[in-house]
Structures are given as structure tokens and as C-alpha cells.
């Protein structure tokens, strides 16, 4: 990937579209917010096929994410916890199990593992 800079930040054309980055908002996305979108997104979509493939019936996911964030190193991002809301007839431990397989093959969440804290809980709606 290529970033170019431009007033406020940088961007960077990729396959999908332009994408705008800034610690500013008024000028893109920021940083801490795709670093914590691409744990989110990765470990949501590695549930999603370990779901399909243990043959478990959902319709829906949702992630929602709380940031701890060290305003005295940086600002930097020490903690992520996920909450996962599924949404079908599944039983809570073969949802667990779904999980700790989600954990071990997230690409983004095996690169953070050794520097921020990653947490997960769920919720299951029928």
C-alpha cells in the first residue's frame, strides 16, 4: 500500500475506494479507529465461517467495541474488548468453542496479542 500525504493527513487508493486517514477527524478515519476496526472486523468475519462451518444456524452478527486507550505512552490502545451479539438458535457453549477457534485464527488479533489486551463476551438472541 501506498500513502500520499494531503492537507490533514494521508490517503491511499485501494482496490475498494479511496481511503482518507487523519488524527484529525475532520480529515479521515484515525488511526486508533482502523487498528481497532481491522480486530473487530477480522475477528467477525472469522466467526462467521466458523460458525458456517460447525453447521450453526445465525442470521445475524454484531460487534461492538470498547477502547482503553493510555493517555500517558501515546495514547496508545491497551485494551479491546469485543462484544458479540449472534443472533440465532445456538447453545451458549458451542458458541464459546466457536470463539476460541475465532481467537487462534484472527490474523489481526494474532498480531496485537503480545501488545494489547484482547477480550471477548457475547450474547446470544433467538
Known amino acids: 500500500m501506498e500513502f500520499k500525504m494531503k492537507e490533514g493527513g494521508f490517503t491511499a487508493d485501494l482496490e475498494y475506494g479511496e481511503l482518507h486517514i487523519s488524527g484529525n477527524e475532520e480529515y479521515g478515519f484515525r ?29 445475524d452478527i454484531k460487534v461492538n467495541t470498547e477502547v482503553e486507550r493510555n493517555e500517558k505512552e501515546a495514547n496508545r490502545v491497551e485494551k479491546i474488548h469485543m462484544h458479540f451479539t449472534i443472533t440465532g438458535d445456538l447453545k451458549e457453549e458451542k458458541v464459546k468453542k466457536a470463539l476460541e477457534v475465532t481467537r487462534r485464527n484472527c490474523s489481526m488479533v494474532q498480531s496485537v496479542k503480545d501488545s494489547i489486551e484482547i477480550t471477548e463476551s457475547f450474547e446470544i438472541k433467538a
Not at 486508533?32 to 472486523?41: C, I, T
Open 31 to 59: 488511526p486508533y479507529q482502523l487498528l481497532v476496526s481491522s480486530v473487530a472486523v477480522c475477528s467477525g468475519g472469522v466467526l462467521r465461517k466458523v460458525l458456517e462451518r460447525m453447521r450453526m444456524e445465525f442470521t
